[in-house]
């Protein structure tokens, strides 16, 4: 059976010539430690986003001014989540309604741009967001709204290859950057409020061909695929009915829409796992693997090595899919993860093994803690929203109950960073809360499959956000820095002491890595929802962030919305460096 994946696996070196200015697996494997490139989403494949450069440290980074803005232009505004990538004198940069930019990384100058044509028909459940691309041989590739993956060329912005990956119709779709691990290109799917199921999938790279799919609901069938493109059975995830009685298995949910990370020192790819479909847990008695989750996988073959589920049955939309980020602690490899649920949790990156869960918000009511020895959340049973058809439902609308983190999350897409230097996380944190009921629902293909109301509300009047920085061996909050808004953008820590982030408010703001102190803020004219990344050029450092105000916050958030509806829309990139080399 392991045959024709070696085989696959052994073309993906001997497709053309190589150049001298390709991206090799050797490059991505030292993406972290290059500070010339930025090469894939999370700064190196493991996602930490450190970056060794110290040119811009605590005690320069009060002289940062702008080396160049660049606009997306056009009426296609709406939530900009992209993070950069550089190689070759180049930013790649992903926009609104799957747009793609290439431009010129010392003067700012657009040198192509693709704008995929998108049907009418489409479905995104949390506004027309792109958060990135990913970089191999000499192609840029990226997802669209219409879940296809395009492949370009880096010079020309030509199309080298594009796959179908589903059917929008039926509520498919991505948004998170493709992943290159060991050669491969892999890829999650978006759609869980849609009744999709979800899954990874490994592709070459320089073809678009697949080489396996893994479902990630129990009960469905994983797949390799020969050298012809044939289908040919490799397991079924799980056991099937083991964790989902009865049939909502097959239209489970547990999409892979915030993509992956990948170790090169265990082999294994981490991916996230969404919510079960529909919300309505009443509906779908037992744990509902593989939602709510991280699973490694073995990207050789696709199986699941271990997997972790943070909130089995899930009845509050605590999406699982937040980012696994490797990291050294004691001699060993860990991952950490803050999850939606509110939970940061220390798990053995090689075994899937808990090492150590807490709380990183303040106010959590669905769960009083996390059992170390099994694992498993212990629940507090009056705030799950009720059955209702059962108790004092009128079989429309059972119990309201007050659930916090609120859906949205104690942390959602912004991605976090950990620093080498301290050994600490900093983690974009939310406090809010909701008002949540669940509701009958029957699965109509692309319809919304939720089965549940809410109604999202603040739990402070002094602020929402909060960037915290977070001991992984201790559970304790070091520091923290409130924000008004949600914070809705992610992060980057660097060896010159600094931690960098957005705020919706459209600052980027720099921190002491080890105190919290601000130390320098820019208004970049539009709320950043997006990470910042860093890069060395002719011995300057620059820095460089996404600038355009959306995401799922203004559709979703309820009361929270309403306090930052006077935010405005943009879509640019910002760069900044020191006005003389130090």
Not at 13 to 31: I, K, W, Y
Not at 63 to 83: D, I, M, N, T
Not at 226 to 231: H, L, N, P, R, V
């Amino acid at each position: 059976m392991k045959q024709p994946i070696l085989w696959l696996l052994a073309g993906l070196t001997t497709l053309g010539p190589a150049h001298a200015l390709d991206v090799t697996n050797a490059m991505l494997a030292n993406d972290a430690k290059d500070a010339k490139s930025v090469l894939s989403f999370g700064m190196g494949t493991e996602g930490q986003r450190y970056s060794t450069l110290t040119q811009v440290n605590t005690k320069t980074v009060g002289q940062l001014v702008p080396a160049w803005s660049f606009s997306f232009g056009g009426e296609k505004q709406r939530g900009q989540e992209s993070q950069p990538l550089i190689h070759n004198g180049k930013m790649f940069v992903t926009a609104s309604y799957s747009r793609i930019f290439a431009v010129d990384m010392k003067t700012g100058t657009k040198l192509w741009k693709y704008e995929h044509r998108l049907p009418d028909g489409i479905m995104p459940c949390c506004d027309v967001v792109n958060r990135g691309a990913a970089l191999y041989g000499n192609l840029v590739i990226f997802g669209t709204l219409d879940a296809q993956l395009v492949a370009l060329d880096q010079e020309t912005g030509k199309v080298v290859w594009k796959e179908k990956v589903d059917d929008y119709a039926a509520g498919y779709s991505m948004t998170a950057a493709p992943l290159i691990a060991n050669g491969m290109l892999l890829t999650g799917v978006s759609g869980g409020e849609f009744g999709v199921v979800g899954r990874v999938e490994a592709r070459n790279p320089m073809t678009g061909e697949l080489l396996w799919m893994r479902p990630t609901v129990e009960g469905h069938m994983g797949y390799r695929y020969d050298k012809d493109g044939k289908g040919i059975e490799n397991g079924v995830t799980g056991t099937v009915n083991k964790s989902w009685p009865g049939e909502l298995w097959k239209t489970g949910g547990a999409s892979t829409w915030m993509g992956g990370t990948y170790d090169g020192s265990t082999g294994l790819a981490y991916f996230g796992t969404g919510n079960p479909a529909p919300w309505n847990s009443h509906l779908r008695p037992g744990d509902n693997l593989y939602s709510s989750s991280t699973v490694a996988l073995d990207v050789k073959t696709g199986q699941i090595k271990w997997a972790y589920q943070n909130t089995p049955n899930d009845s509050w939309d605590f999406d699982g899919a937040n980012e696994f980020v490797t990291f050294d602690m004691n001699g060993k490899r860990y991952g950490g993860k803050a999850d939606r649920n509110g939970f940061f949790y220390v798990i053995d990156a090689k075994d899937g093994k808990l090492q150590n869960a807490f709380p990183f918000v303040r106010k959590i009511t669905w769960a009083s803690g996390i059992d170390l020895k099994t694992g498993r959340p212990n629940f507090i049973a009056a705030n799950r929203p009720s059955d209702p058809t059962k108790g004092n439902g009128d079989g429309k609308k059972g119990n309201t109950v007050f659930a916090a983190p609120a859906f949205l999350g104690a942390k959602n897409q912004m991605p976090m960073a950990y620093s080498q230097q301290t050994g600490l996380f900093y983690v974009p944190a939310n406090e809010w809360g909701m008002d949540i009921w669940n509701e009958p629902i029957s699965y109509k293909k692309g319809g919304a499959f939720l089965g549940a109301g809410f109604t999202i509300r603040p739990l402070n009047d002094d602020y929402i956000g909060a960037l915290r920085a977070i001991d992984p061996k201790t559970g304790k909050i070091v520091w923290e820095a409130k924000n008004t808004a949600p914070l809705w953008g992610g992060v980057m820590t660097t060896a010159g002491g600094l931690v960098f982030y957005g705020t919706p408010e459209g600052f980027l703001k720099a921190l002491d890595a080890r105190t919290g102190k601000e130390l320098w803020k820019f208004q970049t004219g539009s709320g950043v929802v997006a990470p910042p990344v860093t890069w060395e050029d002719g011995g300057v450092q620059y820095i460089a962030v996404v600038s355009g105000w959306g995401g799922a916050v203004p559709l979703w958030g309820g009361e929270v919305a309403k306090k930052v509806n006077f935010l405005e829309q943009g879509g640019s990139v910002w760069v900044f460096k020191l006005p003389t080399r130090i």
